[in-house]
């Protein structure tokens, strides 16, 4: 292991790697643990052969949106020419009906039909009366929607899909999700994209029409990453993890690990974690104060079941992804993968990647392939897809703490998890999971970027506004010392 500075990276997803990858550009080290046999984390791609055809798929659908330039610039370097744009076409099947998203107007008018078209109008305008103009407080996910949307159109495709995604109640969601997801989108601003499709450079992230993707998968990002950072001396260890980590006055001292089956330690200078938050504290030793454990309890993420499935047909859409919003088709979002890249799939064959929203050991997650894929036949054939008579095979994929759920108290747990966290003083935890954020892998990526950055500066950055909203780069803060803070604007735009 190298000594001297010991940077110690738990995961070996975007955040992770792209750390590794810039203290690597400064000509520092690190050592990455990893707990699967194979790095990328959710944004990996996996690859399966069938005597001499490869099909590859990412972990469902990983477009590449964000508004840092730094960001395309730091994959642009490790990708090149490998880093394609793709023209995004998305649909949402609806009662039976195809629905181009972004929204087109007269196939949406044709299909939802005049009646239906003007309760979703009353049904905007008593919204807007009640939250826009009367000022109602919008205490849940659903008010959000209901403010913004109208409740018909909201049941029509967005609370029954998030209902879907989270297995609770709308009402029960915190309105953070919309903000993650659906921020400056509205009725109004849809409609008028709908009629216009006017190039708004502010335009709501989920209506970005083009986006970047990796020729060989989302993956390639995180393998070119992994070969540099070697070359200049960092340590990859896969199959590996940490069994105990030890702190005393407010500093990680050592860190027991399994390394594939062997117990080694580390007395690191440095700790960047990006495992789950929950799994984090609790191998912390000496365990922290009741409060926070408790805390963790009540933290709760939502897991991922997955359908892999090649084809014997050339082409089955020209999306590259699909959403199912009614709750009586079982999965909720398919992915096309050819569709992303010709690389994706062989010639003349096409694959699926079906995405369903599970509870870890509910009914769904412990079906067998065979199951999961005779539920999904049915509605493939009715909606004319492809036959069982297509399929050439079929994976199967379970996920935990994919999705950190944001109900309605999650932020009161995390604020007693974080003041705790936040006294480490050679300790960042960063990534989706690392700090129960929903975000997507740009935010990853940037984080893994400014916790380097901030052992390279000896400063701390604050990743509080990463992934918070549209522009959080531009509202981006940096810790000067341990307690200062200032715009990070300048130094990642350069
Ligand atoms: C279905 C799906 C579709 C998505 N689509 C998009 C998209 O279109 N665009 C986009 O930008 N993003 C997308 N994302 C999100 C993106 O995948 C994540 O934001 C990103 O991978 C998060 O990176 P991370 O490094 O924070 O976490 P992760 O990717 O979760 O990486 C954490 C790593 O830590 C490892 N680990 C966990 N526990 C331990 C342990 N105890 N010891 C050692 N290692 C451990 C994990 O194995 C993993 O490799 C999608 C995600 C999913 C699930």
Redesign the pocket.
Known sequence: MITKENILI???????MSCAMELCKAGKKSII????NC?????RTFEFRESDLLFRTD???????SKNRYLYRFIEDLLNENWISVKRQTRQFIDGKFYDYPVNATQAFKNIGPLRGAAMGFSYARGFIKYQICKNKIMNFEDYIVANFGKNLGEFNMLNYTEKIWGIPCSEIHPDWAKQRIKGLNLISAVKDALFKKKNKDIPKTLVDTFYYPKYGTGLIYDTIAEKIKKCGSIIKTS???TQIYHENAKITKIKLNINGKKQEITPSTLIN???IT?FIRLLSPSPPKAVVDAVKHLKWRA?VYLFVTLDKKRITNDNWIYFPNKEIPFGRVAEMKNFSKEMSPKDKTSLFI?FFVNENDKIWNLPKEKLLELSMKHFETMGLFTRKDIRNCYLLR?KN?YPSYDLDYLKHLKVIKDYLNRFENMDYI????RFQY??????LEMGILAARGIIENKRYDFETVGSENEYFEKGFIRNDKTQRRTVNDLLNK
């Open positions: 738990i995961g070996a997803g975007p955040a992770g643990i990893e707990k699967e790095i990328g984390g959710l944004a972990i469902g659908p990983h477009r590449f949106f590996s993890y940490p990006t495992i789950p799994e991922q995405e996920k994919v990534g989706r999971s690392g975000t997507n892998q740009d935010h990853s």
